[in-house]
């Protein structure tokens, strides 16, 4: 894919949002610049075990400093997959952005954490895996056939979840301030998947489809709220650039929410990010948006907001 083959209204929006560099590699569209990544999955062997059996077949493995369980490799996925001890459930395939989303929450043992986007279930297996397998891990997509997916990945990996087929922006009506912990990995436009070859992703990009999921995320975002009990902790993250479903998205949550949730940084940094925008279209955000951060090429794009709601109202 080109420069020529990105359409030009998303090219104008891409070049106020990327750094140079990005820009230049997204226009490259060339899906060997995204490191091939796993993680490790401490449910099935011990991290060090499969990490002898990899290098023992000639695997190379380069650690990643802000994830003890992620790795980077020059191995192929298709090779990674014909390693034993992946259909062991051993380690799992992911990109370091997606591995980043799930980090964030940083959910203990013995909690309640909803997964509120769940299908197709990295992230409810990684969330699962910090958890040990102890407490209330509950999984919630919109999709039948996705959730079969979402069931099969857990099954392989060894993750115990509840799985439930509903809508995520109408789930904390039942459910008010129950869970720890919130994931809302939104829907979204899928921009960060485009620099990596991703014609479909390019060729169905509009701005009305972006307007159309933000109201989607917003209500995602407001259920996960709801749901999460006061003092708790929840992730929103996309993996797209587009700032009406990322920065725009956590505003009108700050602003429905004034006084009750506030976003917090990031417990790690991760490189190939910045702070979130705190402007878009000449409208000025609320200053602790930048508390959130946009992951760029090389690595997959991605956004991830972490957000704390208070044990107490604030005026």
Known sequence: MSQRAIQPLLLERWEKILPKESLLCALDANSSALPTSIRLNPLRAPSCETL????????????????????????TPRELQSHPTHAQGCFHIQSLSSIAASLALHPQPGESVLDLCAAPGSKTSHLAAMMKNNGHLVAVDASRPRQYRLREVLRILGATAECLCAHGERWARGHPAMFDRVLVD????????????????????????????????????????????????????????????????????LERYAGRIEIIPL?????????????WNEKQLDPSIANARRIFPPLEGFFIARLRKFATPTE
């Open 52 to 75: 002898d059996q990899l290098r023992a077949s000639g695997i190379q493995l380069d650690a990643v400093e802000w994830c003890d369980v992620a790795f980077k490799t020059p191995t």
């Open 186 to 253: 939104a829907p979204c436009s899928g921009e960060g998947r485009i620099h990596l070859g991703d014609s479909s992703a390019n060729e169905d990009w509009t701005l009305g489809k972006v307007r159309r999921l933000a109201s989607l995320q917003k209500a995602l975002l407001h259920s996960a709220i709801d749901a999460l009990r006061p003092g708790g902790t929840l992730v929103y993250s996309t993996c797209t650039f587009a700032p009406e479903e990322n920065e725009l998205v956590l505003a009108r949550a």
């Open 267 to 279: 417990p790690f940094d991760i490189p190939h990010a910045q702070p979130a925008l705190t402007q």
